[in-house]
């Protein structure tokens, strides 16, 4: 069969076989499928769509087009956590020191921003001497000894995935949802931990902007985890709004910081709690309910944060700064954005929160971008908030003053108010399982 025949098959609505999907995935990643034959498929997947039994396929072709991580050594303990991107999600820096706190085995590989989402691995950096890159025998030492250890994603992972991903970005086919889980899923089981926690954001702020798409997402990824043997649950969490109160590198270590020290933060803490139980949840075979109390003890007793630091230190990093969060430097500038309205703040577009906070130099658009780890926002005012005429809104922090008045007004422009408080939103819609993980 060609790939031309490829190509009309899926264009018919057929059901594409796992042989027909290989010989796709690997033409592409070796340079014997061009880019309009691949952006074809992929427009034709993104038409009609794929069965669960054609995602599981690309995403093991996918997963298995480059190197994996054998975790084998560390006996069923191994979870990973995985977020389909936000504004303001430090969730990693709580959640996974919790668990290695709790008897879990973290072994995370994490990427780095891009567009109005953070990506963990920049928060990481912001703090000076922590080391995104080891070899994988240090990476795995570190894992035994701490209980957890993060790093920059390695190359040689699912080149296939990057390869398509690329594509997909300038095709207009990223938003397809057997694609999105077939990304994310060819990642987890590359890197193979036992247990996957998958945090699938909705909202404003997120990929997935209805609970019914949110769902579908969580659903797709749960049955592919299954499939491969993986320990599955996904999270419905809310992204109407920021998660926390501060968006930006080092101001996001800083704020994780203070949750670690038992400060409960709105919305953040109750999201940590969630991830992390589920996280022990499927690792300890335990109830949600006693996994959750093992957590939220974690949390108010301080071994979370006393895991945080050795991990922080195993990695190179400099604990005084976790220790003494006020050694950060600080941006050159501050300004405070004030409201120009009185009333109940009833929607945030929080995609456009996290674009301006990538302006201030938060966030980059291509991969090769510099980013000012001091650079930021932190909120005054969220969702559901009454705001007089006057008040600040938020404060913006950066390096470079340029344009900070445009900027002001961008997030200006992104809130809407009411006279009436809006209806409370929910921080966990709901959470998917697989059978295992019940």
């Known amino acids: 069969m060609t790939v031309c025949d490829i190509i009309r098959k899926k264009r018919d609505g057929f059901e594409l076989s796992e042989e027909e999907i290989f010989t796709f995935v690997n033409g592409y990643t070796g340079s014997v499928i061009p880019d309009y034959q691949a952006s074809a498929l992929l427009m034709a997947i993104y038409f009609n769509g794929m069965s669960d039994r054609e995602t599981a396929a690309l995403t093991k072709a996918m997963a298995y087009s480059g190197d994996t991580v054998d975790l084998s050594a560390f006996s069923g303990l191994t979870v990973d956590k995985h977020s ?9 820096l709580v959640v996974a020191p919790v668990a290695a706190a709790l008897g879990c085995k973290v072994a995370k590989m994490s990427g780095r921003g891009l567009g109005f989402t953070g990506g963990t691995v920049d928060k990481l950096s912001s703090i000076p001497g922590y080391r995104t890159t080891m070899d994988v025998s240090e990476f795995l030492s570190i894992v035994d000894r701490v209980g957890m250890a993060v790093v920059g994603q390695s190359e040689r992972l699912t080149p296939a ?3 398509l991903y690329a594509l997909r970005d300038v095709t207009a086919t990223v938003s397809s949802i057997p694609l999105i889980a077939s990304s994310i899923m060819s990642k987890k089981i590359a890197t193979g931990s036992d247990s996957v926690v998958l945090d699938v954001k909705v909202g404003s702020g997120a990929f997935m902007k209805s609970i019914r798409d949110a769902e579908k997402l969580a659903e797709k990824m749960v ?7 993986i320990n599955t649950s996904a999270v419905i969490t809310d992204m109407n ?4 109160y501060s968006i930006g590198n080092n101001l996001e270590v800083i704020e994780a910081i203070k949750i670690l020290r038992g400060e409960k933060i709105p919305g953040l803490y109750e999201e940590c709690v969630s991830l992390a139980a589920n996280m022990v949840m499927l690792v300890k075979k335990c109830t949600y309910v006693a996994a959750e109390k093992s957590v939220t003890e974690a949390l108010s ?8 630091k050795e991990w922080i230190s195993a990695q190179g990093g400099d604990i005084s700064y976790i220790e003494d969060t006020g050694k950060f430097k600080p941006a050159k500038y501050s300004v405070d954005v004030i ?14 929160i996290g674009i301006c906070a990538g302006l201030l130099g938060a966030g980059r658009k291509t991969v090769n971008d510099s980013i000012d780890y001091s650079a930021g926002i932190v909120l005054a005012k969220k969702y559901g908030d009454r705001v007089n ?22 997030y200006r422009a992104a809130l809407d108010f009411s006279a009436d408080a809006p209806e409370t ?11 295992e993980s019940i």
Do not use: W
């Open 223 to 229: 049955n592919i985890g299954t499939a491969h043997g």
């Open 339 to 352: 409201s120009e309205e009185t009333g109940y703040i009833c929607r945030m577009d929080t995609e456009k």
């Open 425 to 435: 939103l929910p921080t966990v819609y709901r959470t998917v399982h697989n059978q």
């Open 161 to 163: 995935d990057k390869a």
């Open 241 to 244: 709004r920021p998660l926390g």
């Open 84 to 92: 389909t991107g936000g504004v303001g999600d430090k969730t990693t």
């Open 301 to 308: 007793t301080g071994k979370a944060y006393d895991k945080f």
């Open 389 to 410: 005429r006057g008040e600040p809104l938020c404060t913006l922090y950066t390096n470079n003053e340029d344009g900070i008045g445009d900027i002001a007004d961008r």
